[in-house]
């Protein structure tokens, strides 16, 4: 089982920017198909922002941050960031990055489900405040 950990959290005003990091190891990122970021906030589900592949294919994005974050990962160095701009107070949440630990034949699409996702993180927290 692949270790994963994300950093980068912290507390910002609305319109301002943040990068989360997402360190694997144990092969986590590199023995991955798809790779996730996820958020939580208090009294809701856990909801799938971002996916990427290890393919250089398309990165799927929640409407809701759409044009507003950017994943991307290298999986030579077991990382994973999203780079979160022009951000919003509901955009406040407990962030978790997560691999799906499948390797082999892929059919193009990583799914933003949290229930396909196997190695999880602890969860960074951003605040945005108005």
């Known amino acids: 089982q692949a270790q994963v950990q994300e950093s980068g959290g912290g507390s910002v005003q609305a319109g301002g920017s943040l990068t989360l990091s997402c360190s694997t190891s144990?092969?986590?990122?590199?023995?991955?198909?798809?790779m996730g970021w996820f958020r939580e906030i208090p009294g809701k589900e856990r909801e799938g922002i971002a996916s990427?592949?290890?393919?250089?294919?398309?990165?799927n994005y929640a409407d809701s941050v759409k044009g507003r974050f950017t994943v991307s990962r290298d999986d030579d160095k077991e990382m994973m960031t999203l780079k979160m701009t022009s951000l919003k107070p509901e955009d406040t949440g407990m962030y978790y990055c997560?691999?799906?630990?499948?390797?082999?034949?892929?059919?193009?699409?990583?799914?933003?489900?949290?229930?396909?996702?196997?190695?999880w993180g602890q969860g960074t927290q951003v605040t945005v405040s108005s």
């Open positions: 144990g092969g986590g990122a590199s023995v991955s198909n798809c």
């Open positions: 997560a691999a799906d630990r499948r390797v082999g034949p892929f059919n193009g699409y990583c799914t933003r489900s949290k229930y396909e996702y196997k190695d």
């Open positions: 990427i592949d290890q393919y250089g294919g398309e990165p």
